[in-house]
């Protein structure tokens, strides 16, 4: 038997587990926690600042001992993992990631916990990186209820540990599945917002165009995105609401776009010269190779606080996304049905973003 969700009467019974707390995911959810009234706990490998009613934690995901020792005295009622470490192999993303649950939560043994929310994405539908598109993808939209592929897959693996646990241990679960999400962060490995920025102004930097660097079902195909603090938003509404208790959910921003609509758009934000698909994907990284240099003169330039670009921008993570050969989108009635009806605008997402980082001077 599982208990039932917290309800949203009694913020001072919660304590909040940010699992990944600088990624773009776990910053927005620290932010949608601690402005809701909860208190946080902010676990990540460098600790972040530390703020009222959020507390700075380290520890090494991949170190049960680590996280132990690092927990030891804190009591969460609800976990949000946000957190995952890239490696060579699917086989070792599985071996990694899925550990990173599970030890976790075998740290946290003591602790009265009450949901755990865990962040996936669209790979659930699409397979890994080195298995991307092949086999039985579904039609889109993705809705959830769609059977898991035949390729490995460590999305798979750290819903079976969450499952696992929560068997044992008796609280409730969600699964949110994202898509190429967006939000404040620096040196995070899949960062498309800050990344683009980046590309835009080094663009600018030397005169070139906005060059569209994807394929051609991408330009012109129907896709969606997911802002962090939408994201984060489910997360929270998921973790307190009795009828999304041990489901899995779809989310991203509830409006669709085609990138042959949206790029002339964000170039012209930058004061840049758009160009679309033309023959052939023209990856960022091929076309951003020698870009370190350039940024360092942009940087000196503007009095940016950020010189490795590498911090910045993810172009391997970026040329995945834009490059694919296939339609992507996303179906939400069943969040909408369970009474979510959170929603964002990408195009003003992107904006919204992209001031954030000329006020913090990452960007110029």
Sequence with gaps: MTSEPETQTDLSTRTALVAGASGIAGSALVDQLSADGWQVIALSRTPIAARPGVVPVSADLRSVDSLRAALTGHTPTHVFFTAWLRQNTEAENILVNSAMVRDLLIALADAPVRHVALMTGLKQYLGPFEAYGQGEVPDTPFHEDEPRLSVENFYYAQEDELWAAARARGFTWSVHRAHT??????????NMGSTL?????????????????????????????????????????????????????????????????????????????????????????????????????????????????????????????????????????????????GYRNTEQAFLDLFERYRAERLIP
């Design 181 to 190: 999400v967006i939000g404040y962060a620096v040196g995070n490995a899949m």
């Design 197 to 341: 920025a980046v590309y835009a102004a080094v663009c600018r930097e030397l005169g070139r165009p906005f060059v569209f660097p994807g394929s051609e079902t991408q330009w012109n195909g129907v896709t969606d995105m997911t802002d962090a603090g939408l994201l984060a938003e489910q997360m929270v509404w998921a973790a307190t609401t009795p009828a999304a208790a041990d489901t899995a959910f779809n989310i991203v921003n509830g409006d669709t776009f085609r990138w042959r609509w949206l790029w002339p758009r964000l170039a012209a934000y930058f004061g840049v010269e758009p160009e679309g698909f033309s023959g052939a994907p023209r990856p960022l990284e091929a076309q951003m190779a020698d870009a370190q240099p350039v940024w360092d003169a942009i940087v000196a330039k503007h009095g940016l606080v950020e010189g490795d670009l590498a911090r910045l921008a993810s172009w391997w993570h970026s040329d995945a996304d834009l490059g694919r050969t296939m339609e992507v989108f996303a179906d939400l009635s069943r969040s909408r049905a369970a009474g979510f009806t």
